[in-house]
């Protein structure tokens, strides 16, 4: 895949690994910076999102990057490029939607640039707060602790279905990828209750893509049983209706910004339950990087089936 | 004009001042942050730059913000976007822009991300570490300092003018354009012998540009003798050979990079004066925002000269 090719040339031209691995990159100032870009017709069409859920949604991505290191983000700075014909309420409407997360999650927008270009790009850089003693990163998983998410999967995706079907019987599904909610409240929970490194990833590429990495990250063989993860009702209904493998949305849905990570039992028992589910345990690893029990249609997770519905995902 | 509307906008829907005002951002931590585009066919012409020099420059134009603030880079992100043609000998020669620039200044390279586009859009974060305990800042100037630049002005103007004609006759200028050279070694000349804040620009709009929103800023009068503004030889060639006034490529010509700023009388007699060039002096406010000495065709700028002469640079 293209993406992935690019990635190797700059790796081995910048020789070092600073665009692999985890979301954010950690400095020694007790920072954690991760940047993210929107460009119009590949990640949203203006069809299909109003001015102010882009703003709004450009940030809280970049604030799920955050949450996923265990930082608590307190600056962004965002570079915005649009064509001549912009008028001003698209722009007062994108910057609404900035202002209202922002001041929704005590986060400040420091600075930025406006340019002139023939489609919208938008790049925003988050900056968070180290939070925790404890790392939380992708190598992180360790034989015997327990698999656990936040929220449900394969909304965003089910929502983005129902959009491109002009169907708005469903908000919450619509909301669900309009709207995304970063977990920022909910690495605050985790920081508080940890007692060691945990590996923490965000399911903005989906919930298999979070396994799999973390898998191959940490060496170690991710055991999930598919009825611990939550299906929302509403989720089955659109999957009926709309004659999509309901695994497909969960695993392979992306875009929901949950979070996915592998904790110690310990920990685990002090976390609301209402908010994280476990639903897995870690084991060493042997053939398969995922085992999906209760799941025919996807009993596993190796590099094979990651790549191929990875590959799927960005076309 | 449209930039201007837009960042009216945004200021009055964020409702601070985070978008106006200086280059960079300081955030408590002790760190500067700026985030700064380029987009292909508005700031650069694939025909007229390498990969690898668009690579350079996209890195030079932040870390020159960087110094404008008198701090020391220390890292950057960076986020690109390509089309599907692009090639990876395009991205490795770009990231070996990015790598030669950043080994030159000792910076890291700690993030960023690739994404699909129809056009070429580079947007770099960079940060920097606060390297001296006085401000620098476009409203610092003070009646009584030294008004001050370093290197010539108007070089990658010309250097432009010589690359859309096709002449390449004098690489100094050419590089001037296409390879900047930020001004870090000498903000920490800078950094060395400051004894309160300064007024500190960078001229990536110009030299006319620079003294006109530190006049504003400040509400000082800066008056500047034209004799003492160092014009290069091979610049007075140019613009006799392409019939351009030469005044108007020295003020108004931007993305030179130089520094541009006011000092104290005592601080500026530590430096070394092959590098940092008295120009003028700092007045209190009357009339004009800036008087230029023995220059006829531009006595002085003012809000309407300085709209007109930007108006004109931004077409």
Chains 1, 2 share one sequence.
């Not at 990057?65 to 649009?82: G, M, N, Q, R, V």
């Not at 202002?99 to 270009?117: A, H, L, M, P, R």
């Not at 904790?263 to 085992?291: C, H, Y």
Request: charged share 25%; hydrophobic share 40%.
């Amino acid at each position: 895949v293209k993406e992935n090719e690019f990635l190797s040339v700059i790796n081995n031209t910048l020789k070092d690994n600073s665009f692999l691995g985890d979301d954010c990159a950690f400095i020694e100032e007790g920072l954690y910076i991760t940047q993210d870009s929107l460009v119009e017709d590949v990640h949203f069409d203006l069809k299909t999102i109003t001015p102010r859920q882009l703003g709004y949604k450009s940030v809280a991505v970049n604030l799920s990057d955050i949450a996923s290191c265990l930082a608590k983000p307190k600056y962004i700075t965002i570079s915005f490029s649009a064509p001549n014909s912009c008028t001003n309420a698209f722009i007062e409407e994108f910057y609404k939607g900035i202002s209202e997360i922002c001041q929704n999650y005590g986060v400040k927008v420091i600075g930025g640039d406006i340019t002139g270009g023939e489609k919208i790009f938008i790049s925003i850089t988050a900056i968070g707060a180290k939070a925790s003693p404890y790392k939380a990163a992708r190598n992180c998983a360790k034989e015997g602790q327990v698999v656990f998410s936040t929220g449900f999967h394969g909304l965003s995706a089910a929502g983005l279905c129902l959009i491109t079907n002009g169907d708005s019987s469903d908000k919450t599904l619509i909301n669900a990828h309009l709207k995304p909610i970063p977990n920022i409240k909910e690495a605050e929970m985790l920081a508080k209750v940890i007692d060691s490194d945990i590996a923490l990833m965000d399911t903005s590429d989906g919930l298999g893509d979070a396994l799999y990495k973390i898998s191959e990250a940490s060496n170690v063989c991710l055991s999930v049983d598919y009825n611990k993860i939550k299906a929302a009702e509403n989720l089955i209904q659109a999957s009926k209706k709309y004659n999509k493998p309901l695994q497909d949305w969960i695993f392979w849905g992306g875009e929901d910004y949950n979070l996915v990570g592998t904790i110690s039992k310990k920990a685990f028992d002090k976390l609301d339950k209402n908010i994280f589910t476990q639903i897995g345990e870690v084991l060493p690893l042997k053939d398969r990087n995922v085992i999906i029990k209760n799941q025919k249609d996807l009993p596993f997770i190796d590099k094979k089936v990651f790549e191929s519905k990875v590959y799927n995902h960005f076309e």
